[in-house]
């Protein structure tokens, strides 16, 4: 089993940052790959940026420049840094992991981008 716990969202302009964070706990040894997921109000949930264990990254073409996903395996910890913020990057941000060939996630953290 695996818990995810979300942390750092919050209210910001656009153009600003934020940093985003993911703690997981459990059998963090068995995860494989992690990632963040964006659902913005009346739409589905989708792809932000994931990685490997081993490293390798994949970002949504909206956010590739802009975001960064990283992780330290040892300590089971995921964050994504956010520049450049858009208003169409307001949504509840979920951490994903996977292990044991099964999907977890996060409760999710808000995110609004406005002025």
């Known amino acids: 089993q695996v818990q995810l716990v979300e942390s750092g969202g919050g209210l910001v302009q656009p153009g600003g940052s934020l940093r985003l964070s993911c703690a997981a706990s459990g059998s963090i040894f068995s995860i494989t790959d992690m990632g963040w997921y964006r659902q913005a109000p009346g739409k589905e949930r989708e792809l932000v940026a994931t990685i490997t264990r081993d490293g390798i990254l994949n970002y949504a073409d909206s956010v590739k420049g802009r975001f960064t996903i990283s992780r330290n395996n040892a300590w089971g910890a995921m964050s994504l840094q956010m520049n450049s913020l858009r208003p169409e990057g307001t949504g509840v941000y979920y951490c994903?992991?996977?292990?044991?060939?099964?999907?977890?996630w996060g409760q999710g953290t808000q995110v609004a981008v406005s002025s």
């Open positions: 994903n992991a996977e292990a044991y060939k099964k999907t977890y």
